[in-house]
Structures are given as structure tokens and as C-alpha cells.
Nanobody, 119 residues
Framework: QVQLVESGGGLVQAGDSLRLSCAAS????????MGWFRQAPGKEREFVAA????????GYADSVKGRFTISRDDAKNTVYLQMNSLKPEDTAVYYC????????????WGQGTQVTVSS
């Protein structure tokens, strides 16, 4: 099992950058695929980005491609989401999640961190 804690959210202006961090507990972090999701008020939670164990494969939602970058540091048990050129529509609670090996389901979730982008 893994516990996840996000940080780095805040209030920024359109065009600014933020880096979210997600710290994971446990000794097997490197074996988990990791993802970032977000949920805006009144909307369903949506996929933002994912990175495979080892970091060799990454994927992004079309809405953030070219602006956001997901990365991981297994030595620090941390996954990051670098967000550049932020837009008001990026405003949401951002969650990180972990996917156990050989599964397609994100079984472990953090509590979320709020990102608000003003125009």
C-alpha cells in the first residue's frame, strides 16, 4: 500500500507556472505507475498526465500537452507536475494517484491540492 500527499498548489495569474509535488510513502514507490488528475467545480474528475514506473513512458491529456510535464524521482519517492502557461480553465483540485504493477486501476489517491488561475 502507498500513501500520497500532494503539495504546491496555490493562486496564480494566467501565464504563470506552478510545480506540484506528490510525496509517497512506502518502499515500493518505484514499482508504481503514477498519474495526475484534476477536478474542477461541477465537473467530473479528469486525467491530466501519467508516467510509467521507471519514467520511460509518459502521457498527457490534449488540454495540457505542451504545457505540463510529469516527472518522477524514485530516490525521493516523489512525482512532480510542472505546469507552465497556466490558463483559468486549469483551475481545479489536482490529485495524484498510484497504479499498482500489472493493474490498470489507480487504487491509491492523495487528498488533492487546489490550483486557482486568475485571468
Amino acid at each position: 500500500q502507498v500513501q500520497l500527499v500532494e503539495s504546491g498548489g496555490g493562486l496564480v495569474q494566467a501565464g504563470d507556472s506552478l510545480r506540484l509535488s506528490c510525496a509517497a510513502s512506502g518502499r515500493t514507490f518505484s514499482s508504481y505507475g503514477m498519474g495526475w488528475f484534476r477536478q474542477a467545480p461541477g465537473k467530473e474528475r479528469e486525467f491530466v498526465a501519467a508516467i510509467s514506473r521507471g519514467g520511460g513512458s509518459r502521457g498527457y491529456a490534449d488540454s495540457v500537452k505542451g504545457r505540463f510535464t510529469i516527472s518522477r524521482d524514485d530516490a525521493k519517492n516523489t512525482v512532480y507536475l510542472q505546469m507552465n502557461s497556466l490558463k483559468p480553465e486549469d483551475t481545479a483540485v489536482y490529485y495524484c494517484a498510484a497504479r499498482a504493477p500489472a493493474t490498470a486501476v489507480y487504487a491509491y489517491w492523495g487528498q488533492g491540492t487546489q490550483v486557482t488561475v486568475s485571468s
